[in-house]
Every structure is written in C-alpha cells, then in structure tokens.
C-alpha cells in the first residue's frame, strides 16, 4: 500500500489498530480500586467533601454560616458607628503603623529609581533590554537543543 | 499479569457490593488500556484507572443499569489521561515542535509500502500484534500520537480533537496525517522485528 494514497491509508491504518486487543490490567488495579473505597468509606462525614454530608448536617452549616455573617456584618455596622470607633480606629492605626512607613520607604525609592533611569540615556536602556532578550532566547535555544541532543541520543542509543 | 484471582481486601459490609467488583473485572482492561496507549506509562495509567473506577462508583446506581456503561468509562479514562497529558503539555509541545522537521513521515517523507493490516500480522498471535503496534506507536511524539489515538481508538472526529487539545484543526489534521504515515513506516521498516521494535 502506498502511504501517499492518504484516504487508502487511513483506512488501513484505522483496520491495524481495532484490531489490536486490549492490554490486561495490573493485577493489582481491582485491589487497589476496592481498597481505596473502603479507606474512603471509613472516613468520619466531616473529613469528606461537603456533598457527602448528611442533609441534616448541611442544612444546619448553611444556617449557622447565614446567621454568622450576618452576626458579623451587623457588629460591624455598631462598631462604625459607635463612639469608640475613632479611638478603636486610632489604636489600629498606631499599631500597624510600619505599614504606612514601608509604603512611604516604597515611594522614595521609586522616586529616586525613576529619577536615576531618567537620566541614562535612551539607548542604553533599549540597548540592555535587548541583550537581556538575546541572552534569555539563547538560554532557552540552547536548552531546546540540549534536550533534543540527549533525548535523540538515548532514543537512537535504545 | 491479572491471570491471578483478585485481592479481595475489603471487610464485609464496608467495602463496595459484589456487582462493582464484578463491573469492574469486566472493564479494567479496556479502561486501563485506553490510558495506557494515551499517557505512555504504566503506573501513572495505574493511577488514571483507579480515578476512573472511583467515580464509576460514585455513579454505580446509573451505570449498573445503563447500557452505555462502556462508553461513559471510556469517556472518563480518556479526559482524565487527556488532563494528565494538559498539565505538560505546554513543556512537551515547545520541546517537541522546535524542530518540526525532524518528524518521521512527513509530507515530503520518501513512499513506503505498507502492507495490508490483514496480511502484515499473519501468523502473529493477538498478543505479539498489540505489542508491536503498541512499540510502534510509542515511537511517535505525543503531538502525533495522542490525535492519532482519540480518532482511531476513540472515534473522536477531528474538530472535537483540536477543540480538546486546544490547537487548530488543520494542525490535529495535520499531525494525524504524519502520524499514519509514520507508523506505516515503522512498520514497515526493512527487517523490522518485534526486536528491533521494542528496543
């Protein structure tokens, strides 16, 4: 049969391969199939997943999960709006003040970068930018061609 | 390999009924099979087989009495190896298209003759057949061999084989085209024995 002949092909090709028989499975595949079931039939509701509780319980963690948002959400709307937010709101504030000292460290040194890179010349960034991209693209040629190298070598080898 | 009985390893009553176990012997090779030819290994085939029976049980109520229990098995082996496949792909693809040219049988590759499927394995026992068709196909590259499966083995059309691997048509058209053309050729192979095949 000639190979060139795509339609003659396909069809000899689709023949080859129905007519080959299944491989047999590992023995050990039904064991470990009917071993991993019991192992999961074992396990307490509460270590599986949410769709295999009883209903009762998942009416009950639907219910408890409503009432606690909504527990947390109303305490929220008291806190803003009682008298002792502001001072809440300043010993929050005080206490998570390095925040507010990294973010205006951040902004200086951006500042500063900006400023510094500014002052090169246009040239020179594009020219290091594209030594950069040569450099990563050979990288990755070099290790396409490597790895084509070994993998061809070993299959030739074998 | 399962010539053995089966490890029966569940204590009455916990463990699946007797239907699944025999639902199971009656599937396991075409399951196994499906994601050995697909994943090219035979442990992570293991795995493939083991997620497949866990969510046929799962479902055990509606497969035990439908006809299409097969199908459904099929189905699920092949989009769990297709899955595995999806997790390297993008690694295997940039490695295994760099040189495109290196591809056996590819549209300018020399004509070969192929004997008939009737005749090319007379005298060659089932067995000694899928080994050396197995050989042969695990010397394709996997942008060859897996569009090559799900359309021969799976009956999967093209479109919906591009549409899964995420690539375009005319490229699964393509590869499935080289792929014939290269089996033929290891087949083929002047003085080609099961030996030489299986490396």
């Keep these: ?158 | 390999m399962n010539d053995e009985p089966p490890v029966q390893t569940q204590p009455s009553g916990l463990g699946p009924p007797a239907d699944f176990t025999t639902f199971m012997r009656k599937y396991q090779d075409m399951v196994f099979t499906t994601s050995a030819r697909l994943v090219r290994n035979d442990a992570q085939a293991e795995d493939i087989s083991q997620e497949v029976f866990i969510k046929a049980h799962e479902h055990f109520e509606m497969l035990s009495k439908s006809p299409t229990a097969g199908g459904w098995l099929k189905t699920v082996a092949t989009n769990l190896s297709l899955n595995h496949l999806q997790r390297y792909r993008n690694r295997w693809r940039f490695f295994s298209e760099l040189g495109g040219g290196s591809d056996a049988g590819g549209d300018d590759a020399p004509e070969v003759e192929f004997a008939a499927p009737d005749t090319f394995f007379e005298g060659i026992d089932a067995d000694e057949r899928r080994v050396w068709v197995d050989e042969a196909l695990s010397k394709l590259p996997d942008h060859q061999r897996v569009p090559l499966i799900l359309y021969h083995f799976e009956d999967i059309p093209y479109d919906e084989i591009a549409r899964r691997l995420g690539v375009s048509l005319a490229k699964v058209k393509t590869d499935i085209l080289r792929a014939r053309a290269a089996l033929a050729k290891i087949l083929a192979r002047p003085g080609a024995s099961l030996e030489a095949l299986s490396g």
């Design chain 1, 1 to 158: 049969m000639n190979t060139n002949d795509p339609e003659k092909l396909e069809a000899a090709v689709h023949r080859l391969l129905r007519s080959v028989p299944d491989r047999r499975a590992p023995a050990g595949l039904e064991g470990r199939v009917l071993a991993e079931l019991v192992r999961r039939a074992s396990l307490p509701w509460w270590r599986r997943s949410y769709a295999y509780w009883p209903s009762s319980v998942r009416v009950a963690f639907f219910i408890i999960s409503a009432l606690a948002a909504a527990l947390v959400v109303s305490g929220l709307i008291v806190l803003g709006s009682s008298s002792g937010a502001q001072e809440l709101a300043g010993g929050v504030t005080q206490r998570f003040s390095w925040i507010v000292m990294s973010r205006e460290i951040a902004v200086s040194a951006y500042d500063r970068a900006r400023v510094f890179v500014g002052a090169i010349p246009s040239l020179w960034l594009y020219g290091a930018i594209g030594t950069i991209a040569v450099c990563y693209a050979a990288l990755g040629a070099v290790g396409a061609a490597t790895y084509r190298v070994l993998t061809f070598a070993r299959q030739n080898h074998s």
